[in-house]
């Protein structure tokens, strides 16, 4: 699997979902489909995107926009973006202030409410189970995080610095 099909397979779940709680459930039943040796591929697929995502601004954004950001958090948040689709995807790993033209980020500044989705962490490993009834093979993927910008390396509860890096969030969420 290459990220244009991992993509494809995300949209047609955002369409199929009855909710948007429900993207990373619906698209493990689609993944499940698949030949196990593209299940298993999903995976590396998915944490390759999750390393492209991984950056401090990116990061500061999780933080301003779910009130704090632990570790695990972050992984959850990155998790919600990718069910939100790859326009959103790409337009928050390009200017990660854009999010604050999100819809669901509107609505969680409105209504106090966090964004995040463990389970589409696991998108393959539900897929690869559903599929084969065995755990998806740890020798299928790899996990590799690049180091964070050290020019973001503020605490992000400092609002004055943090308002100047992401205006629209910060105003946003004010």
């Not at 591929?41 to 779910?66: G, H, K, M, R, T």
Request: with cysteine; charged share 25%.
């Amino acid at each position: 699997m290459d990220k244009q099909t991992f993509w494809k397979l995300i949209e047609s779940a955002r369409a199929e979902a009855s909710s948007p709680d429900e993207v990373a459930q619906r698209a493990a039943e689609l993944l499940a489909a698949h030949p196990e040796p593209e299940i298993a591929a999903a995976q590396q697929v998915l944490w390759d995107l999750l390393s492209e995502s991984y950056s401090a601004p990116l990061w500061a954004a999780a933080y301003v926009i779910n009130g704090g950001c632990s570790d695990d958090g972050f992984d959850y948040f990155r998790g919600w973006l990718l069910t939100q689709g790859q326009a959103a995807y790409e337009a928050a790993l390009a200017d990660p202030d854009s999010l604050s033209a999100h819809p669901a980020v509107r609505e969680a500044a409105a209504e106090g409410l966090e964004l995040w989705d463990e389970d589409a962490l696991s998108i393959a490993w539900t897929a690869y189970e559903s599929a084969t009834g065995r755990e998806l093979p740890a020798d299928s993927f790899t996990i590799g995080y690049p180091p964070l910008d050290p020019s973001w390396d503020f605490d992000f509860d400092d609002t004055e610095e943090t308002a100047a890096r992401l205006p629209k969030l910060s105003a946003l969420f004010d």
